[in-house]
């Protein structure tokens, strides 16, 4: 049987731009401001599930064709991956350092390596999310 | 910079991460998580002789100096736990390799296996008890799901409890921290340590003592240890018997550094607790391991008389009590490994897990009959094997301080001990044979290698006492006098 | 906030100790809600700015406690997701969320 989700379709289409463009901003105002990896990465997997609502599994997974656990690990990888970079340089694990950028279109930007690793905790946190609810919901 | 002190708890989660890509790898797998964890246990090795040259050596993470960043310390006795137990880990993948089975491998298990040791050693190292909380919590989460892999019924039902009784250890344990940190403003061990010796122990902060009393304890399997037979014998054996070696212990070793370290003001206080709690979980697993019938409950049982043998040199608190305690812990890892190994392949081997039910079998298999045979000599505490040495110490040091109940009930927990494992000895190896040459089933040669390497080490271990004992003398006197930890920690800041 | 951490941890441990499944659950979340609230009173409330950088100086509120509570949010999210995935399968498998029928013996 299917339900009658028109509106919820339309409304998906318009609000997810909204809701991955919010996500990405958190993400990025992360070191000086409230945001961070934690939680973009948790906007970011709603928007995916909201998707994964809408629409139905096989259709996003054949846009999206990611394995989330792999997601998952890429973005631990990529978290403990600047500890051991602190390693390599012989400083203290864990260690960042930070500077200015020039980007084009955004002008001058504050960047820190903790941006890596806050890249890595969002990874991590949108591929666990999203494999935590295609486990429970996948199997009838 | 001491950057190595971070290398036990980082590489084994690298590698767990990387394994998640090498799925349907298997023996690639093996290869990257023996060589792995083979690696650790030489680090760990090597960083004990620097601890042993230097003293106490500590990382502060990305330059945050204490008492205000997380950071990781290595003493004698931290880094003893995480050798002995990245050497434990090494035998019981070896193991793994030759019996656990091509399901369990497709899932995950080294990763998870991996992501264990992780949060086992970093619990050992971190010098931050909000951290211990943290590092508890990924060898917590990691061993949920060892125990729940494989979906089999009594699996999930067992793993459902265990991870209940987890997490409510876990929300008494943020509740002991809030507590804390309101009471004295500082997460960082030795200040702590430094904050409650200034102000004195106040009725408040033994209280706070006596709630992370009780989620150690509930972690160690000491008088809370109801879950534990349930949920150790349903696991695969190799990740038992990892459980049996590693999990109990991080409780143990935990409640020996808090109340060493942190709260020893209040001996009459708290350590009698500790005390009555040790002698009750002697008798109570006393009794579990009489009444059962099932060799992988009499094991799990036995783990509980340990953890309550250990605690007795924490609760009498001479130096020579803590130092057979200390000894104590590292022969247990071994010899409960090495248990759990053998009496799992006699599952293997028979398909039965009543002692009824199995015979003969030294004569099918003699080299692993004599091996169950010193081992269970080795706990019992026979001279020259493992269990001997710590047991002299932990008795010395009750005599010491005239707790001669507690002596009593350390003791005659060896009987029992000896009598359980007796029973399994004579009931299921000797008798008549009933596994014809026909239907015999080759011991697996990996498994049988882990066997005798896990042996060797117990008797290396019972043999080698003297040199060990100058690592085991340093780890007691820091854990003695907590104030060189303090000053290791906090000088330079 | 005192009074409401004590409602939250009654409320939880009344459900904990109930024997539906799903109870159980929302007991152990409630209850974490609980400590967290109980450490962010650890740290003090309403004394002090908002300890970030350009928003407004003084004294700041102590963020330590903010800190822990954001790494206990994520444990007991990870904790709680792992648990409804366990009890679904559980209740898949032995076809009941009632703990009395999941008693079962070691010795069976």
Redesign the interface.
């Known amino acids: 049987m299917r339900i009658n989700d028109v509106i919820l379709r339309t409304v998906v289409k318009v609000v997810i731009f909204i809701i991955l463009t919010l996500g990405v901003y958190l993400f990025f105002s992360g070191h000086n401001a409230p945001g961070g990896g934690f939680i973009g990465g948790l906007v970011l997997a709603s928007g995916i599930i909201l998707l994964y609502v809408t629409y139905d599994i096989d259709t996003i997974q054949k846009k999206m064709p990611f394995d989330f656990k792999k997601v998952a690990a890429l973005g631990v990888l990529i978290a403990t991956g600047t500890g051991l970079g602190a390693i390599y340089l012989d400083v203290p694990f864990l260690s960042q350092t930070d500077g200015h950028f020039q980007f084009p279109f955004i002008g001058d930007k504050h960047l820190t390596t903790v941006t890596l690793f806050e890249a890595g905790v969002a990874l991590t946190v949108i591929g666990t999310l999203v494999t935590m609810i295609l486990s429970i919901s996948e199997d009838e | ?1 001491n ?1 190595i002190i ?1 290398l036990p708890l ?1 590489i084994p ?2 590698t767990a ?2 394994l ?2 090498l799925r349907n790898y298997i023996v690639v797998q093996r290869m990257i998580t023996i060589t792995t964890m083979i690696a650790v246990s030489i680090i760990s090795f090597f960083l004990l002789e620097l601890v042993q040259r230097e003293g106490i050596i500590k ?5 945050w100096k204490p008492p205000f960043g997380i950071l ?1 310390v290595a003493d004698t006795f931290s880094v003893l736990m995480v050798l002995t137990s990245s050497i434990v880990t090494v035998f019981c993948l070896l193991y793994a390799f030759s019996t656990i089975g091509e399901r369990h491998e497709n899932m995950f298990i080294y990763s998870f296996v991996l992501l264990l040791v992780g949060g086992v050693n970093g619990s050992f190292l971190t010098g931050d008890i ?1 951290n211990l909380f ?1 590092c508890f ?1 990924v060898m917590l ?1 990691a061993s ?2 060892l125990v ?1 892999l494989g ?4 699996q ?2 067992e ?2 409890k265990y ?2 009784i987890n ?2 250890g ?2 008494i344990f ?2 002991a ?3 804390l ?2 009471t004295v403003k500082t ?1 960082n061990m030795a200040h702590i340590a430094e904050r409650v010796a200034e102000a004195g122990q106040d009725p408040m902060l033994t209280t706070v003592a006596l709630v992370l009393f009780i989620v150690f304890s509930l972690k160690a399997g000491l008088v809370l240890f109801f879950w534990l ?2 949920s150790y ?1 349903v696991p695969p054996t190799a990740v038992q018997a990892l459980f049996a070696a590693l999990l109990t212990k991080v409780g143990v070793y935990a409640l020996i550094r808090t109340f060493t370290l942190m709260f020893p003001h209040q001996p009459e206080v708290t350590h009698t607790i500790i005390g009555i709690f040790a002698g009750a979980t002697i008798i109570l697993g006393c009794m579990g391991a009489l009444a ?3 060799v992988l ?1 009499i094991a799990a049982y036995n783990i509980v008389i340990a953890v309550g043998f250990i605690l007795i040199g924490l609760a009498v608190g001479t130096e020579s009590a803590i130092a057979g305690s200390v000894y104590y812990l590292i022969h247990d890892m071994v010899a409960k490994a090495l248990l759990f190994l053998l009496v799992g392949m006699m599952v293997y081997l028979t398909g039965e897990k ?1 002692i009824d039910h199995m015979s003969g079998l030294i004569r099918n298999y003699p080299l692993f009959g004599w091996i169950y045979f010193l081992t269970m000599l080795a706990l019992v505490g026979i001279p020259p094997l493992s269990g001997f040495v710590g047991k002299v110490l932990i008795g010395k040091g009750s005599i010491e301080a005239g707790s001669y109940v507690l002596l009593f009930l350390g003791f005659a927990s060896s009987l029992v001990v000896l009598f359980s494992l007796l029973k399994i000895f004579l009931s299921s190896f000797f008798g008549e044979t009933i596994i014809t040459n026909e239907d015999k089933k080759p011991l697996p040669i990996a498994s049988m290698a882990s066997f005798i390497a896990l042996a060797l080490c117990m008797i290396a271990i019972g043999l080698g006492a003297e040199q060990l004992l100058v690592y085991v003398q340093d780890a007691t006197n820091i854990l003695v006098n907590p104030s060189i930890y303090i000053d290791a920690i906090l000088s330079e800041s | 906030m005192i009074i409401l951490i004590g409602i939250l941890v009654s409320v939880a441990t009344y459900l904990i100790l109930s024997r539906n499944m799903i109870r159980i659950i929302i007991g152990t979340a409630v209850l974490s809600h609980a400590v967290n609230l109980l450490i962010m009173t650890s740290g003090g409330l309403k004394t002090g700015n908002v300890p970030l950088l350009g928003h407004g100086d003084g004294p700041f509120t102590d963020a330590l406690p903010q800190a822990l509570i954001l790494t206990a949010i994520v444990i007991s999210f990870a904790t709680t997701a792992f648990l409804l995935v366990l009890a679904y399968r559980t209740y898949k498998t032995n076809g009941s969320d009632d703990f009395n029928e999941l008693r079962g013996m070691s010795d069976e």
């Open positions: 910079m950057n971070v980082i989660i690298f991460v990387i998640v890509f990382l502060d993470f990305s330059g990781f909000f943290v919590e989460m949920y799901v729940a979906g089999e019924k009594v999930l039902r793993s459902l991870v209940l997490v409510i876990s929300s943020l509740i921290l809030a507590y940190y309101s997460l037979p349930g014998v059962s019938r099932n409950t009543l």
